[in-house]
C-alpha cells in the first residue's frame, strides 16, 4: 500500500457495502436471541415459548439472508474473480444444516414436559451458541474478502443497483422482520440515511410503518434523535420509552 492508496478502513466508509447492514442486524438478532434462550426460565411456559419463537424467527432470517447472497452476490464474485465464493458457499450449505438441526432442537424443547426442558433447552442454547459464533467468523469474511474483490471489479453503481434488486425481491413480511433488527443496529447516521431512502421511494403508509417499528423498537432519546433529524411532525415521537 502506497501513500496514494486508501486503507481498507477508508474505503469501507466511502464505498456501497453489501454487507454492512444487514450483517449488523444479523449480529443483533444472534445476540438478542442467544441471550434469551440461556436466560429462559425452563419451568415457565411463557419463557420457553418466546425463547423458541425467537429461534425460528432468527433461523427465518437468516435463511432468508442466505438465499439472497447466493442469488444476487455470489455470481457478481466469481464473474469476477472465479471461485472467489467458493469458501461462502460451503459455509451456506453448512448453515443450511444447523438451520434443520437447530429447528429440531427447537420442537424438542416445546415437545418436552416442563421437569424435562433443562436439557433440551441447555442443547439447543449450546447449539445456538456455536452457530452465532461460526456465522460471526463467516460475516467477517464476507465483509473483507468479498468486499475487496466487489470493489476492485465492481463501480459503486453497479453495486447499488445489485443491492436494489436485491432489496426489491424480498416480501414485505421479510423486510418489516428484517428492520425490527436493522433500525436498532444501525448508527443514527445510517438510520438516518435508510429511513430517507424509504420515505422517498416507499407510499407513506409504509413509511409510517416503519416509523412505527422505530418508536417500538428505539429508546425516547434515540428515537427523539432520529425525529429530529427527519424533520418528523411532533406526534411521532413518542411520550415514554419503549419497554
Not at 452476490?73 to 464473474?79: I, N, Y
Not at 445456538?128 to 473483507?144: A, D, I, K, P
Request: net charge negative; with cysteine; hydrophobic share 45%.
Amino acid at each position: 500500500m502506497n501513500a496514494t492508496t486508501p486503507s481498507p478502513a477508508t474505503l469501507a466508509a466511502t464505498r456501497v457495502d453489501l454487507y454492512a447492514g444487514v450483517h449488523k442486524a444479523l449480529r443483533l438478532c444472534m445476540s438478542d436471541t442467544l441471550i434469551r434462550v440461556g436466560a429462559a426460565d425452563p419451568l415457565d411456559d411463557g419463557e420457553v415459548a418466546e425463547a423458541c419463537q425467537a429461534v425460528q424467527d432468527l433461523l427465518s432470517l437468516c435463511e432468508s439472508h442466505l438465499h439472497k447472497e447466493d442469488s444476487f452476490v455470489h455470481p457478481l464474485l466469481d464473474a469476477a474473480l472465479p471461485g472467489s465464493a467458493a469458501r461462502a458457499a460451503d459455509d451456506h450449505r453448512h448453515h443450511e444444516a444447523d438451520f434443520a438441526d437447530i429447528a429440531a432442537m427447537v420442537d424438542a424443547v416445546t415437545a418436552a414436559a416442563a421437569p424435562e426442558r433443562a436439557g433440551a433447552l441447555a442443547r439447543l442454547y449450546r447449539a445456538l451458541s456455536t452457530f452465532v459464533g461460526e456465522n460471526l467468523v463467516h460475516m467477517t469474511h464476507e465483509e473483507t474478502a468479498h468486499n475487496a474483490a466487489l470493489w476492485d471489479f465492481y463501480s459503486d453503481d453497479e453495486l447499488r443497483s445489485v443491492e436494489q434488486r436485491l432489496v426489491a425481491s424480498i416480501p414485505p413480511a421479510t423486510m418489516m422482520g428484517f428492520l425490527r433488527w436493522f433500525i436498532p443496529a444501525l448508527s443514527i447516521g445510517e438510520r438516518v440515511q435508510m429511513l430517507s431512502g424509504i420515505r422517498a421511494s416507499a407510499p407513506p403508509p409504509v413509511f409510517e410503518a416503519v416509523i412505527g417499528i422505530a418508536r417500538e423498537r428505539l429508546s425516547a432519546r434515540d428515537f427523539e434523535q432520529l425525529s429530529g433529524r427527519l424533520g418528523l411532525a411532533p406526534q411521532l415521537t413518542p411520550s415514554v420509552a419503549p419497554a
